[in-house]
């Protein structure tokens, strides 16, 4: 009889929540993993993902996934631990995801260009033990950051590489028993990923995956979507977008999902038509940069279907202009990384309801309108902050118990951040009650960014606010008193921030030096005229956001 394999304590799901959604069938019993095997058995030659000519067919995806389960496992990680992951988006990132599901562990999801002090974050928050990395991020070596952390007190026990990690690993039936005793089941933590929020450093999401699988009955719903889809999703895989988009929607679908590591508009546009993809999910940045794009009206992308995005107000000229333009209807989710979908457009309703409103709300998520006191305001539409429970929302932030008594009201109910309407059936965005910064559908915190700029010694004061940008939605503005016979430029100031590691997307990219900062009568700055100068700034340069 075989020993027993050590554990570590594991994230999981209310017992009652997994018996109430499963009775009612929000929720099943297979993970990605049953899936893939699956499609590997019935399907072995089809592809899974392609990134430019790299392809990685259903069959590749379960030997690939469970080799590096064997990896894992020989390295010695144990079921229930957890292990940061920062990869380009490709088709290894998500042979890895798998492959840890397979180990038995939850992976902390690492974007590409977070700086050194959000890792660090995230695997000390994360209680990350292993680091899974290619040998240099952006150009620069990995091995000096883990070993400052390691120094540093983090219990990380290896630093494993891409691509070495496969070329010494099991093969798939030498660790196909262990594999069935460790893998993580569909209410199991999977993934932590990050999230800005209005204060200091990246919250970190906990994700199981029955949730996505619910998730995926609604997107196929509101797009129609078949095994004949070609996919292809824009948004790098650690994101809670990505998590349906990229990772479970097409996989269940066994479909093929088309990757990009790196975001270029034209090797885009020619990967569409080439490809003749049907359903494109992609942040407002990215389809904005497309319709930017010489190449726009050069290509062929009558394909195209369907476009999914998020992550911010959709920009009602340019959506529309890329609807007329391509025929494919845009959609989106109404939602967060935390709570999921609180409503959505569908291919039933018609352009001008699904790119002026946030859609209709979905009934099983039990959506309601919260005052500033938390008083429900849903009888009379609000305006409120939405709030919602349901089968597609996360299990909160990993060990934060502050940010969960900001996330959820004291019944249980998960909040946005957002500040609605609700029309009958509809849900109408009207503003954010939350001070950030989205910035091509990354949020950013403007707190967080006005604590580093304020670190400069020669800064005494600072405000950032969103300054309006055509192709990114907003980007970061610092207005800036100086100290007393101080001097600073946008270029040291940005040096700055990165000797602090501070991640590229929060960099400011407009510097406004002030003799004073407006103060409302609560002697707090009054950043509504602030946002009305930079406003009134860009009008008069004739331009946006540079």
């Given at each position: 009889?075989?020993?027993?394999?050590?554990?570590?304590?594991?994230?999981?799901?209310?017992?009652?929540?997994?018996?109430?959604?499963?009775?009612?069938?929000?929720?099943?019993?297979?993970?990605?993993?049953?899936?893939?095997?699956?499609?590997?058995?019935?399907?072995?030659?089809?592809?899974?993902?392609?990134?430019?000519?790299?392809?990685?067919?259903?069959?590749?995806?379960?030997?690939?996934?469970?080799r590096i389960a064997g990896a894992l496992i020989e390295a010695g990680f144990l079921p229930g631990e957890r292990i940061g992951v920062q990869?380009?988006?490709?088709?290894?990132?998500?042979?890895?995801?798998?492959?840890?599901?397979?180990?038995?562990?939850?992976?902390?999801?690492?974007?590409?260009?977070?700086?050194?002090?959000?890792?660090?974050?995230?695997?000390?928050?994360?209680?990350?033990?292993?680091?899974?990395?290619?040998?240099?991020?952006?150009?620069?070596?990995?091995?000096?950051?883990?070993?400052?952390?390691?120094?540093?007190?983090?219990?990380?026990?290896?630093?494993?590489?891409?691509?070495?990690?496969?070329?010494?690993?099991?093969?798939?039936?030498?660790?196909?028993?262990?594999?069935?005793?460790?893998?993580?089941?569909?209410?199991?933590?999977?993934?932590?990923?990050?999230?800005?929020?209005?204060?200091?450093?990246?919250?970190?999401?906990?994700?199981?995956?029955?949730?996505?699988?619910?998730?995926?009955?609604?997107?196929?719903?509101?797009?129609?979507?078949?095994?004949?889809?070609?996919?292809?999703?824009?948004?790098?895989?650690?994101?809670?977008?990505?998590?349906?988009?990229?990772?479970?929607?097409?996989?269940?679908?066994?479909?093929?999902?088309?990757?990009?590591?790196?975001?270029?508009?034209?090797?885009?546009?020619?990967?569409?038509?080439?490809?003749?993809?049907?359903?494109?999910?992609?942040?407002?940045?990215?389809?904005?940069?497309?319709?930017?794009?010489?190449?726009?009206?050069?290509?062929?992308?009558?394909?195209?279907?369907?476009?999914?995005?998020?992550?911010?107000?959709?920009?009602?000229?340019?959506?529309?202009?890329?609807?007329?333009?391509?025929?494919?209807?845009?959609?989106?989710?109404?939602?967060?990384?935390?709570?999921?979908?609180?409503?959505?457009?569908?291919?039933?309703?018609?352009?001008?309801?699904?790119?002026r409103t946030c859609g209709e709300v979905i009934p099983w998520m039990q959506v309601r309108l919260f005052d500033d006191d938390l008083l429900?305001?849903?009888?009379?539409?609000?305006?409120?902050?939405?709030?919602?429970?349901?089968?597609?929302?996360?299990?909160?932030?990993?060990?934060?118990?502050?940010?969960?008594?900001?996330?959820?009201?004291?019944?249980?109910?998960?909040?946005?951040?957002?500040?609605?309407?609700?029309?009958?059936?509809?849900?109408?965005?009207?503003?954010?009650?939350?001070?950030?910064?989205?910035?091509?559908?990354?949020?950013?915190?403007?707190?967080?960014?006005?604590?580093?700029v304020g670190s400069h010694p020669a800064v005494a004061l600072v405000a950032a606010v969103p300054m309006p940008d055509d192709v990114f939605?907003?980007?970061?503005?610092?207005?800036?008193?100086?100290?007393?016979?101080?001097?600073?430029?946008?270029?040291?100031?940005?040096?700055?921030?990165?000797?602090?590691?501070?991640?590229?997307?929060?960099?400011?990219?407009?510097?406004?030096?002030?003799?004073?900062?407006?103060?409302?009568?609560?002697?707090?700055?009054?950043?509504?005229?602030?946002?009305?100068?930079?406003?009134?700034?860009?009008?008069?340069?004739?331009?946006?956001?540079?």
């Amino acid at each position: 009889m075989p020993h027993p394999t050590p554990r570590a304590e594991m994230v999981r799901v209310d017992r009652r929540w997994v018996d109430h959604y499963t009775a009612r069938g929000f929720w099943g019993t297979r993970t990605l993993t049953d899936v893939i095997r699956e499609h590997a058995r019935h399907r072995p030659d089809g592809v899974a993902f392609q990134e430019g000519e790299r392809r990685m067919t259903w069959a590749q995806y379960e030997e690939r996934s469970t080799r590096i389960a064997g990896a894992l496992i020989e390295a010695g990680f144990l079921p229930g631990e957890r292990i940061g992951v920062q990869l380009p988006d490709g088709p290894d990132v998500h042979a890895v995801f798998v492959g840890a599901e397979k180990a038995g562990l939850s992976v902390i999801g690492l974007g590409v260009r977070a700086g050194g002090r959000e890792v660090r974050h995230l695997l000390e928050r994360g209680q990350a033990v292993g680091l899974l990395t290619e040998e240099t991020i952006r150009g620069q070596p990995v091995r000096p950051l883990f070993d400052r952390l390691v120094a540093e007190g983090l219990p990380l026990r290896a630093h494993l590489l891409m691509p070495e990690l496969e070329l010494t690993a099991p093969e798939a039936s030498e660790v196909a028993e262990e594999v069935e005793r460790r893998r993580i089941g569909p209410n199991d933590l999977y993934l932590l990923n990050s999230t800005s929020g209005t204060t200091g450093l990246p919250k970190m999401v906990m994700q199981f995956q029955n949730r996505w699988f619910a998730y995926h009955r609604m997107a196929v719903d509101a797009g129609e979507l078949t095994p004949d889809d070609v996919f292809m999703c824009l948004i790098p895989a650690p994101y809670g977008f990505a998590q349906w988009a990229g990772k479970f929607t097409p996989t269940i679908l066994g479909a093929t999902n088309h990757l990009m590591a790196h975001f270029n508009p034209e090797a885009c546009l020619e990967a569409i038509e080439r490809h003749r993809v049907t359903v494109l999910m992609c942040v407002s940045t990215q389809f904005i940069m497309l319709l930017n794009s010489p190449d726009f009206r050069r290509r062929d992308l009558s394909s195209l279907r369907v476009m999914f995005t998020g992550g911010e107000a959709i920009p009602y000229e340019r959506a529309r202009e890329f609807e007329l333009s391509t025929g494919a209807k845009v959609l989106q989710f109404f939602g967060s990384n935390e709570t999921g979908a609180l409503s959505y457009t569908t291919l039933r309703h018609d352009m001008e309801y699904r790119l002026r409103t946030c859609g209709e709300v979905i009934p099983w998520m039990q959506v309601r309108l919260f005052d500033d006191d938390l008083l429900d305001v849903t009888a009379i539409g609000g305006p409120g902050q939405p709030g919602c429970k349901g089968p597609v929302t996360s299990l909160g932030y990993f060990r934060d118990e502050r940010a969960n008594a900001e996330l959820f009201t004291e019944d249980g109910w998960m909040l946005t951040g957002d500040l609605c309407v609700l029309e009958g059936r509809t849900l109408r965005l009207v503003g954010r009650k939350a001070d950030l910064i989205i910035r091509g559908g990354k949020n950013i915190s403007a707190a967080a960014v006005e604590e580093d700029v304020g670190s400069h010694p020669a800064v005494a004061l600072v405000a950032a606010v969103p300054m309006p940008d055509d192709v990114f939605g907003e980007k970061v503005a610092c207005y800036v008193v100086l100290r007393p016979g101080g001097r600073l430029t946008l270029d040291e100031l940005r040096e700055h921030l990165r000797r602090r590691g501070v991640s590229v997307e929060s960099w400011p990219e407009r510097l406004i030096l002030v003799d004073s900062l407006p103060m409302s009568s609560g002697a707090k700055v009054a950043k509504g005229q602030l946002r009305l100068d930079i406003k009134e700034r860009l009008a008069r340069e004739g331009v946006r956001g540079r």
